[in-house]
Nanobody, 122 residues
Framework: QAQLVESGGGLVQAGGSLRLSCAASGRTFSSYAMGWFRQAPEKEREFVAAISGKGRSTYYADSVKGRFAISRDNANNTVYLQMNSLKPEDTAVYYC???????????????WGQGTQVTVSS
């Protein structure tokens, strides 16, 4: 899996929704766990959500539980992050990444997208 491309970011008002997409190249997409991370200015990169290769397992950071949902469409080599009830503190660059294992740590992820900006206004 050589390339990941995020899309769907933008500017929304607090309480609104966005759906991020991450399109992957390669023929073995379902062999990889996928994760979403985010990084705000002057903040550490933080884990947001992860999904196993077949989509049977998911995990979320406490800060987004109940608001965000990760999913994947292996037939189209795409992973999604549905973001609802957005808050200003969700403002960050969002990155998707792939891993050979279902994990929460960024160091487990081998390939990263370029990122997409999400800005939530108040």
């Amino acid at each position: 899996q050589a390339q990941l491309v995020e899309s769907g970011g933008g500017l929304v008002q607090a309480g609104g929704s966005l759906r991020l997409s991450c399109a992957a190249s390669g023929r073995t997409f379902s062999s990889y766990a996928m994760g979403w991370f985010r990084q705000a200015p002057e903040k550490e990169r933080e884990f947001v959500a992860a999904i196993s290769g077949k989509g049977r397992s998911t995990y979320y950071a406490d800060s987004v539980k109940g608001r965000f949902a990760i999913s994947r469409d292996n037939a189209n080599n795409t992973v999604y992050l549905q973001m609802n009830s957005l808050k200003p503190e969700d403002t960050a660059v969002y990155y998707c990444a792939s891993s050979t294992v279902f994990a929460l740590g960024a160091s487990s992820y081998d390939y990263w997208g370029q990122g997409t900006q999400v800005t939530v206004s108040s």
